[in-house]
């Protein structure tokens, strides 16, 4: 009888790792999303869409619904400003985490419908998502970065074609390089010729840039069923993952 209790006990013990959380399970994702409230993107059909869009992707990940990777950081905040550098609040995870889709929608416009024209600023943003991950202690762990935004990098109007090439090149990214082994920018609403620029002339090193087009981001209301419940629309949730959280290779452009 001792022989077979001990057993058991050693069994039990065996056992005891699998019924606890493991290292997998528990979230590891910071999530960072940038709201475009400049004057050449938010007064457009875009900006509408990229906030409804929004409340769906941003349910669909708080949930885990369909497969997508839960975040254990989310911070919302707007890209634009009055003056170039200036910093943004971050709305974080908690202002979010028990809504519906419908009611996160309601809020993203309401945070982020401005009147003015503001400059749009990505170097600000970056540098406030650095800033916030240090202070935070998420350092390591994967980070993405949703931008919803045309794109386009702000530039004097007096400017010629040569200085608005050029602006893509002054894009930084490098305040992010070295926090985290899988960093990865994903610019939603660009046009294709932007998307090309954001692909082929941000300077970076270890960051990952995946554009999608304004074109190809209107497909999405095109999978949704009208389920009884959100989460059953797996067509949304599949094509989320196929092309907006496709898996991106490292591309080092110097």
């Excluded at 039990?12 to 400049?38: I, W, Y």
């Excluded at 660009?190 to 970076?204: C, G, L, N």
């Excluded at 949730?237 to 591309?251: L, P, Y």
Aim: proline share 6%; with cysteine.
């Amino acid at each position: 009888m001792m022989r077979h209790a001990r057993l058991l006990l050693v069994a039990l013990v065996l056992m005891a790792p699998a019924c606890g959380p493991t290292e997998a399970e528990t979230p590891r994702l910071s999530l960072f999303v940038g709201v475009d409230v400049s004057g050449s993107f938010s007064g457009t059909p875009q900006f509408r869409d990229s906030v409804r869009f929004l409340s769906y992707y941003l349910y669909g990940h708080l949930h885990g619904t369909g497969g997508l990777e839960k975040p254990r950081a989310l911070f919302v905040g707007s890209i634009g400003g009055d003056t170039p550098n200036e910093p943004k609040a971050f709305y974080p995870i908690q202002m979010f985490e028990r809504m519906n889709a419908s009611e996160m929608e309601a809020k993203l416009t309401e945070l982020f419908t401005v009147k003015g024209n503001y400059l749009t600023d990505f170097n600000a943003f970056f540098k406030r998502v650095s800033e916030t991950v240090q202070k935070q202690n998420l350092i390591l762990a994967p980070i993405l970065i949703v931008i919803v935004s045309d794109g386009v990098p702000e530039v004097a109007a007096d400017q010629g074609r040569k200085s608005v090439r050029q602006a893509y090149e002054k894009i930084d990214v490098s305040f992010l390089e070295y926090l985290a082994r899988n960093v990865t920018i994903r610019i939603l609403y660009p046009s294709p010729k932007v998307a090309a620029e954001w692909d082929r002339k941000v300077p970076r090193q270890r960051v990952r840039i995946w554009p999608v087009e304004s074109e190809i981001m209107q497909g999405w209301q095109d999978q949704l069923e009208n389920r009884p419940a959100v989460e059953e629309e797996k067509r949304l949730w599949k094509w989320i993952a196929d092309i907006v959280d496709k898996r991106v290779r490292r591309q080092r452009i110097i």
